[in-house]
């Protein structure tokens, strides 16, 4: 078979045809364009995202692995294969890919015009409009004369004109799409810092787009008179589309109501407005990139129809076609050409003229509008961000043969440069203190129940709200203090464009969304208005929107802020229709692992199977049954002190199950095992006292309230008859339960079911074999010893009762750390002490020291570092023919360790329900069983 033929060196490319007919037919599927452009748009999207998983740990934006991965595919790198470049991007193929990529940027163009709300900008306060007029001005004086030195030494000959405009806004330009997401990466977008940057950034997105059809109408022709004409003609353009267009798209958006489908032909018309926009645009000669633009900025923001426009095109946009025009930006920047001692002294001007006109101009004028120094050199550098707008003009410039090869390059250099230092400065000099003072009430159970119980309450989706209604109105009580409710709508910051849109709407007037002009239509805040309407609970909703690998942060900070009782967390898998737990997936899972280890108040993780179902728990007349299985220890007390506020409802039976072992054994089972001997090395006096406290006031106020307060005590002597009990006990509403109950695991560890952070019992009441019906609430009450908060550094506070002394004497383990010897006759005297001490704001350390009658023998625990709240590593020190260290690791939930004397001077860890193998011999501590709590 004849294939495709190629033209003569030098003659002009013939086009491509779009399909071939196989390779079986002799044909190279390269030489046309549709396999072709399959292959690149493979090749870059795989490199891009490639490089962006490489830069992910510096926190760079993925437009810099973007710009850097076009810039190695071109002839700066790949490209200096003409191999490479002629097999992968031949200049046949250069059309079809630039006409992609540019198709794609009309789009994208259309979305950033979605991000910038108009009105806001014309709220800009006086502060924000000096900072993007200094961020303009002084950077675009710099850029003229830039453009001098540059006309005189590589770009000779060139029109000054449109070179002069172009260089200007190439140094003034802020990428505000770039500016809000490193803003959002660093938590920084609600504080006075990001409100100021992002206001600033719209101003000035909006001047440089004005200032590029400067340029665009005075390099696209000789003539003054024809740059008029197609100035007043795009201004022509821009009243049509307010006067003309707007309005339509008003009349779709407002035939869109919120929860129905927006119609397939809205849809058609708007991306088809779109496209006529750019043809307009590019017939009057301002470029097709206008038109979208536009179109995109007089899109009404209220209502579903814009997000649901983004939500239809934003993936293909960005995800394929995007990537494409940065490709074809690379194929155009050859770095090779920047050679000379004149070339990079012109680069080091470019930069350090694009540095300082920004930076000096927003620092002078924010310093003198009283910004503190640091925030304003901040603030300097954040302006100072450049993107993919950058890279348009760029384009522009070089396309209409105002920039030479070099001066392209260099120009490119400078934008990649001057974002990439835009994070780890920004990191370096602006650390906002998260210092907050100290307050009392951390937890539920306390003295004073006359304060108000502040309860953060946090949700994923519309789903989560009426069960979690109902669990706060089952808390709000009737006898004591008032109840406040700050409700966090949890929102995770993707890499989609529409994240950012969504940002700008929930930080119109900072974190809470409660006071911003309220959208009918929103259903979150119809909801908790009406009940608080209904209920005597203030509500504040929220909103947190943060990478879900660091929104823990966002909600311990918020609750020591706003001086939480008690955390709500959503669980991380929901019910299937079928009654199986089905899961969110492993970041949901980490969020509130992390959170239960930063939590600076008492944590409850909720398991919703519909609680309430759709009846609410204000009617009095309403049968709610509660039960909290008390085993013992802090978290069950907690989970007690939660279950004796809900008895105050009138519409809620409260039923307490206490389990007790037969005397003389425990509730953890299986450590009287034959030829055993139990010495509890640390006992929970604390902790007993405390138990018998609370059951004491517990009965106290059942006596008064038999009708709806039952206490039942239950003599159990196995794991199974505890599981036979709680199962009886399953067509509850909820159950409140401790954390970390001081019993052995009611499931099996291995099972794919049990999760650590819910503890031995609370992981059974939450698995599908349990209960299809009853939810359940696990508890971990607020230990400031034990759960580790560095998020917040508190301020000294005089209130004695404020202050948390750490006793050197303080045991880690709070619920339960045995010994056990392997017989009588290995342990004739045992001398055994623990002592633990706070490190602040990762490691615990303490000592578990034994000593046997072995000779010359000692081994103890030396250190112990807590990992994510997940895993531990012990350091394991002891004498016998000198002193050696080992590192082993645990994972967090009750589990059994055995220490395995080999003989020869090391010791072995074996984690006795993951390897069942025998040790040779025990010596000393042979066996260790630990019911750990957040941070033991």
């Not at 006759?825 to 002592?835: D, G, I, R």
């Amino acid at each position: 078979m004849a294939t495709q033929q190629h033209p003569p060196p030098g003659a002009c490319p013939a086009p491509m045809k779009a399909t071939s007919n196989g390779s079986f037919q002799g044909e190279n599927p390269l030489d046309y364009a549709l396999p072709l452009i399959i292959l690149q748009i493979c090749l870059v999207v795989v490199f891009t995202r490639f490089l962006a998983f490489l830069l992910k740990p510096l926190r760079q934006p993925r437009v810099i692995a973007e710009i850097i991965g076009g810039v190695l595919l071109g002839p700066s790198a790949l490209g200096r294969s003409e191999r490479f470049l002629n097999t992968v991007f031949p200049k046949k193929s250069m059309t079809v890919l630039e006409t992609l990529a540019n198709i794609g940027l009309l789009f994208f163009l259309f979305l950033v015009g979605l991000e910038l709300d108009i009105k806001s900008i014309l709220r800009t306060g006086k502060k924000s409009l000096g900072i993007a007029l200094a961020g303009i001005t002084l950077p675009f004086a710099l850029g003229i004369g830039t453009s001098f030195v540059l006309r005189s030494t590589v770009l000779k000959g060139a029109n000054q004109a449109p070179l002069l405009v172009f260089m200007g806004v190439s140094l003034s330009i802020t990428a505000f799409p770039v500016l809000a997401r490193i803003l959002a990466e660093l938590k920084l977008l609600t504080t006075d810092l990001g409100r100021i940057a992002m206001s600033a950034a719209a101003v000035n997105d909006v001047a440089a787009w004005v200032l590029l059809a400067l340029a665009i109408a005075l390099s696209s022709s000789s003539s003054s008179l024809i740059a008029v004409w197609v100035l007043l003609s795009g201004t022509a353009f821009v009243l049509f589309a307010v006067f003309v267009i707007r309005p339509v798209l008003s009349l779709m958006a407002r035939r869109s109501p919120e929860g129905e489908p927006v119609k397939e032909l809205y849809v058609c018309i708007t991306l088809s407005m779109v496209l006529a926009a750019s043809f307009v645009t590019d017939t009057i000669g301002i470029h097709a990139l206008f038109g979208a633009f536009v179109v995109g900025i007089i899109m009404p923001k209220e209502g579903p129809f814009a997000g649901v426009l983004i939500e239809k095109i934003e993936d293909l946009v960005s995800g394929l076609f995007l990537p494409l025009y940065f490709a074809a930006s690379g194929l155009k920047t050859n770095v090779a050409t920047i050679r000379g001692a004149t070339s990079w002294g012109l680069l080091l001007l470019v930069i350090l003229n694009a540095c300082f006109g920004k930076i000096v101009g927003t620092v002078v004028v924010a310093w003198s509008c009283k910004v503190p120094l640091r925030e304003s050199l901040a603030l300097g550098f954040i302006m100072n961000t450049k993107g993919l707008v950058e890279l348009i003009v760029l384009n522009i410039g070089k396309d209409r043969k105002v920039l030479n090869d070099q001066t392209f390059a260099i120009l490119v250099l400078m934008a990649l440069f001057t974002t990439f230092i835009t994070t780890p400065i920004l990191m370096a000099i602006y650390k906002p203190a998260r210092k907050g003072a100290s307050y009392k009430h951390r937890k539920i159970q306390r003295k004073d129940t006359e304060t108000e119980f502040r309860i953060l309450a946090c949700f994923h989706s519309t789903r989560n709200i009426p069960s979690l209604i109902n669990l706060v109105e089952s808390s709000r009580g009737r006898k004591r203090g008032k109840l406040c409710l700050y409700a966090m709508h949890l929102m995770e910051l993707s890499e989609r464009s529409s994240a950012i849109a969504m940002v700008q709407k929930a930080r119109n007037n900072g974190l809470p969304f409660w006071d911003k002009k309220r959208d009918d239509r929103d259903y979150i805040v119809i909801a908790f208005e009406a009940y608080q309407q209904l209920s005597s609970v203030t509500v504040r909703p929220m909103t947190a929107i943060s990478a879900l690998s660091s929104i823990h942060e966002d909600i311990c900070t918020s609750a020591h802020r706003k001086r939480a009782a008690l955390i709500l967390l959503p669980f991380h898998k929901h019910q299937r229709l079928d009654g199986a737990m089905e899961s969110l997936g492993h970041t949901f899972h980490l969020v509130n692992r992390r959170a239960l280890q930063h939590a600076p108040c008492s944590v409850g993780i909720f398991v919703d199977r519909g609680l309430g179902g759709t009846t609410q728990v204000v009617a009095s007349e309403v049968s709610y049954s509660v039960v909290v299985p008390f085993f013992g220890g802090p978290d069950d007390c907690e989970a007690l002190a939660y279950g004796m506020r809900m008895a105050e409802h009138p519409g809620i039976k409260l039923t307490v199950v206490k389990f007790v072992a037969p005397k003389g054994t425990s509730l953890t089972f299986g450590s009287d095992a034959p030829g055993v001997i139990s010495i509890d090395l640390l006992r929970g006096d604390n902790d007993q006292v405390g138990d018998d406290a609370i059951i004491s006031d517990f009965k106290s106020i059942a006596s008064k309230n038999q009708e709806s307060i039952t206490l039942e005590e239950r003599l159990v002597e196995s794991s199974q008859e505890i599981a036979g009990v709680l199962k009886s006990m399953n067509k509850c509403n909820l159950f409140l339960v401790g954390r970390m109950a001081p019993t052995a695991p009611l499931m099996d560890t291995k099972s794919a079911e049990y999760c650590s952070e819910l503890g031995p019992v609370g992981c059974f009441l939450a698995s599908s074999e349990f209960s299809t019906t009853a939810s359940v609430v696990v508890m971990q009450q607020y230990n400031p010893t034990l759960n580790l908060h560095p998020l917040v550094e508190e301020e000294e506070s005089d209130d004695a009762n404020e202050k948390t002394e750490l006793n050197p004497k303080l045991l880690i383990c709070s619920n339960l750390i045995r010994a056990f010897a392997h017989s009588p006759s290995t342990l004739q005297a045992l001398k055994s002490h623990a002592f633990g001490v706070y490190f602040p704001p990762r490691h615990l350390y303490f000592h578990l020291h034994t000593q046997s009658l072995a000779p010359q023998r000692v081994i103890y625990l030396e250190e112990l570092k807590l990992y994510d709240g997940m895993r531990f590593d012990f350091t394991l020190a002891g004498k016998a023919k000198g002193m050696f260290l080992l590192e082993i690791q645990m994972i967090v939930g009750y589990g059994v360790l055995r220490v395995h004397d080999r003989g020869d001077g090391a010791i072995s860890f074996l984690k006795a329900n993951v390897d069942g193998r025998a040790p040779a011999r025990f010596y000393n501590i042979s066996r260790v069983g630990v019911a750990p709590r957040g941070g033991c």
